[in-house]
């Protein structure tokens, strides 16, 4: 007999943490391993940059992974998205998400990608059911991008890659930009006028301090507001009202008509209070937020457990346990600085 909670009892009653915030979206990790070598991720010199990764038999297999997101969508989630490491460099990667689209109640699939591997892809997750992707590009500048890549990023690789998503049906993609002041900041404006006009979203993103081999400082962080300032002086824009308080990038709309613009501030403007967001990372370790220290490990409910119920009554329990606020609180005194690297966890 299937014990987890059915569909129509979390619907009624939404899982709720300590601060009434309800589970709604999952990030999923498939592979912790990447192509790239990013400075606000797995720099190059990093211990970790020097291929420490999960054997591949360590990882969750497909139908595992399938059961574990009928098992958070059972408690509520409606988003999925897949990350990695680099999520394309699993393989298999169609057919997994075609299963994950089978699944009754699970809304929206999304992808985070560096759209290498795009172009040989696109056209299979699109058919395979895959809603959003989101691209990685930090500067359209050819040797700041390699710097910031530990030289494995070509950007001509990268916007063939938006052009194959376009061409599969992707019309509208996410542009995520990390923004590290003296790395990247000089060449944000040129992205900037880049994609405006077009039907993507461009999102700045200040420089986070996940995990701990990047060496963050807040001395590295460039304020939105400046890039709301910057960026309003040149092309008016206006916020535009969300109701979704998860919601994590601020949008604003070009006055002109020539699309929209987004902020991710997580470190001026913590939005702690609406998230929803829970990560398992490729090899089944449940997190509850983004700067966490520790988690729980799902693998051996999901390869050895008898009551197929028992996952589910325990991300409840987790998640109803929850109390993340890292954002809200990193500059408290004894607050811990040791967390998941991001390439584990996916952002």
């Known amino acids: 007999m299937d014990m987890r909670l059915p569909l129509k009892f979390t619907e009624a009653v939404p899982l709720q943490d300590r601060f009434q915030r309800t589970l709604q979206e999952l990030r999923v990790s498939v592979i912790d ?32 992974i399938e059961d574990m997101v009928r098992a958070f969508v059972d408690l509520g989630v409606r988003k999925l998205r897949i990350t990695g490491g680099e999520p394309l460099l699993r393989p298999g990667l169609p057919a997994l998400v075609e299963q994950l689209a089978s699944i009754p109640g699970l809304n929206d699939i999304a992808l985070t990608t560096n759209g290498v591997m795009l172009p040989r892809l ?7 059911g895959l809603n959003r992707i989101t691209v990685s590009l930090d500067t359209l500048d ?35 930009t990390v923004v590290q002041k003296g ?25 986070m301090d996940v995990g701990n081999s990047n060496r963050w400082s807040r001395d590295d962080v460039v304020p939105n507001a400046h890039w709301v300032e910057t960026i309003g002086r ?22 002109d008509g020539e699309g929209e613009i987004g902020f991710i501030s997580s470190i001026t403007q913590p939005f702690c209070g609406g998230c929803t967001r829970a990560r398992v ?32 009554r325990k991300i409840a329990s987790i998640w109803a346990k929850r109390n ?6 990193r500059d408290l005194p004894g607050h811990s600085r040791e967390k998941v690297e991001m390439y584990r966890l996916g952002g």
């Open 324 to 329: 993340d606020r890292y954002s809200e609180q």
């Open 33 to 64: 391993r990447c192509n790239f070598r990013c400075t606000y991720c797995m720099p190059a010199d990093s211990l970790q940059g020097r291929g420490f990764f999960l054997p591949l038999e360590n990882l969750l297999t497909d139908h595992e």
């Open 234 to 255: 040149k092309w008016p824009i206006a916020p535009v009202g969300s109701r979704n308080p998860a919601e994590t990038a601020r949008r604003y709309k070009y006055l």
């Open 142 to 176: 050819p040797k700041v991008l390699e710097e910031m890549s530990g030289g494995r990023a070509r950007l001509e690789q990268i916007l063939d890659g938006i052009q194959a998503a376009e061409e599969a049906g992707f019309q509208q993609l996410k542009i995520n």
């Open 183 to 207: 790395v990247n900041d000089h060449t944000v404006m040129e992205l900037v006028e880049y994609f405006r006009g077009t039907p993507h979203r461009l999102r700045l993103i200040e420089f």
């Open 122 to 128: 696109a056209g299979d997750l699109a058919d395979a």
């Open 281 to 312: 990372t490729a090899d089944g370790i449940f997190y509850t937020c983004l700067f966490a220290d520790k988690g729980t490990n799902l693998m051996p409910l999901l390869r050895h457990a008898d009551d197929p119920g028992e996952l589910s």
